[in-house]
């Protein structure tokens, strides 16, 4: 009687009832159906957002730092490191985000994000980030002595990885750089420096921020491009490789591994007539039809080497 009422299957009576059988049934129906309902909704939130549910979520994230390798590590969720983030996701590129906050908000559509709860100045956290595979660290931390002191301790553990630091003023960005980072940034002179070229040459700018921008609907984009050692692109310049006439795409620079440019004041040779060389970018601009046919033109020539 009690799960032909709970059920609200209504089958029939199991004999016949009489008046405060009746009133009995009623208080049942009300008090037992709102009691099921409360246990049921306990078990799937306990599921679905109880520690079932965390303990899956880390499983799944243990799983993802494991397979890592080459991978960025963000550590501390700022301002820029969240934008870093985005980007990252947006690009669909795993990486791992450090922070001692265990109930960050991520953006939506963060699935390339794998995190681990911690201090980042703890060597067994950074350890358990497999700092000794990673291909960069981001150091934005809330103040410049955190950053400092996570640069040293980075660098010491592995001493080929690069490091990105965020800081406040050109006095904190020597120390980094003789700490051992590889590239400073200081967001206010960014933004200073933006706003004034805004003002002196708004039309360069408004220029820049749409080749460089996200937007899918933008005419034109600014990708770079990988020469491996498997490409038979290499020794070739440009004018032989005839790239250009082949995408429609426009060749700004040719830089090497570190992104220095491999044209300096001192040479006298045009871009065109430059040799390419193993672990060479070619930052190129063009629609993105234009830039698809490089990408698949630079593969096609990977391949066209393995042949050989």
């Not at 709860?117 to 956290?125: F, K, L, M, N, R």
């Not at 690069?162 to 967001?187: C, F, N, Q, Y």
């Amino acid at each position: 009687m009690t799960i032909i009422t709970l059920t609200t299957v209504g089958f029939t009576e199991v004999r016949p009832l009489s008046e405060s059988g009746r009133i009995f049934a009623i208080i049942f129906i009300i008090l037992g159906i709102g009691s099921a309902g409360f246990s049921l909704t306990t078990l799937f939130g306990y599921i679905f957002e109880g520690p079932m549910m965390q303990s899956i979520k880390e499983r799944k994230m243990e799983l993802l730092r494991r397979k890592l390798k080459d991978h960025h590590i963000l550590c501390g969720y700022t301002a820029i490191s969240r934008e870093v983030l985005i980007e990252l996701n947006r690009q669909k590129i795993h990486h791992l985000l450090i922070d001692k906050n265990p109930a960050i908000s991520l953006p939506p559509n963060s699935k390339y994000t794998a995190i681990i709860t911690g201090d980042v100045h703890d060597e067994e956290i950074l350890k358990h980030a497999r700092i000794e595979h990673a291909q960069s660290l981001i150091a934005s931390l809330n103040d410049d002595t955190s950053n400092l002191f996570l640069v040293v301790t980075a660098r010491q553990m592995n001493p080929i990885i690069k490091i990105i630091s965020e800081a406040s003023d050109e006095a904190t960005a020597k120390k980094l750089t003789r700490a051992g980072a590889d590239i400073i940034v200081t967001p206010y002179q960014i933004a200073d420096r933006k706003i004034a070229a805004s003002l002196l040459k708004p039309r360069l700018i408004n220029f820049l921020d749409i080749i460089s921008g996200d937007d899918e609907d933008s005419s034109l984009k600014i990708k770079d491009y990988h020469i491996s050692k498997h490409s038979a692109l290499l020794g070739k310049s440009l004018r032989e490789t005839n790239i250009g006439q082949t995408t429609g795409a426009v060749i700004l620079s040719i830089v090497d591994k570190n992104g220095n440019s491999r044209i300096t004041q001192t040479e006298r040779i045009s871009l065109a007539s430059l040799p390419l060389k193993e672990d060479d970018y070619l930052i190129a601009m063009g629609s993105s039809e234009q830039l698809q046919k490089l990408e698949e033109f630079i593969h096609a020539q990977e391949k066209f080497f393995k042949l050989r």
